[in-house]
């Protein structure tokens, strides 16, 4: 089992930037993909990025490509959001989660693939 401990959030004014954590215990991250998503007040949890086991493909949601970038640390069993030109609708509690290894492709999108998650960290972004 892992555990997954989300920390970064905060408030923000529209156009500025938070660098989100995911701190990945119980088993290197390096044996998951991991990924974020986000649930805003009244809406459906949204796939937000996703990163591959090897780093090495990485996954977006459209409205969130070139302002957000998923990276790993593996000295820091650690996974980052970077978030830049952060918008009102950027506001949501953000969610770190982790999948199998085996996880690819488009099952990355999907939140039944992953079947560990943080407890959320808030983001809020003042227009």
């Known amino acids: 089992q892992v555990q997954l401990v989300e920390s970064g959030g905060g408030l923000v004014q529209a156009g500025g930037s938070l660098r989100l954590s995911c701190d990945v215990s119980?088993?290197?991250?390096?044996?998951?993909?991991m990924a974020w998503f986000r649930q805003a007040p009244g809406k459906e949890r949204e796939f937000v990025a996703a990163i591959s086991w090897s780093g090495h493909n990485t996954y977006y949601l459209d409205s969130v490509k070139g302002r957000f970038a998923i990276s790993g640390d593996n000295a820091k069993n650690t996974v980052y959001l970077q978030m830049n030109s952060l918008k009102f609708e950027d506001k949501a509690v953000y969610y770190c989660a982790a999948a199998p290894a085996t996880s690819y492709g488009s099952n990355l999108y999907n939140a039944t693939t992953y079947d560990n998650w943080g407890q959320g960290t808030q983001v809020t972004v003042s227009s």
């Open positions: 119980g088993r290197t991250f390096s044996s998951y993909a």
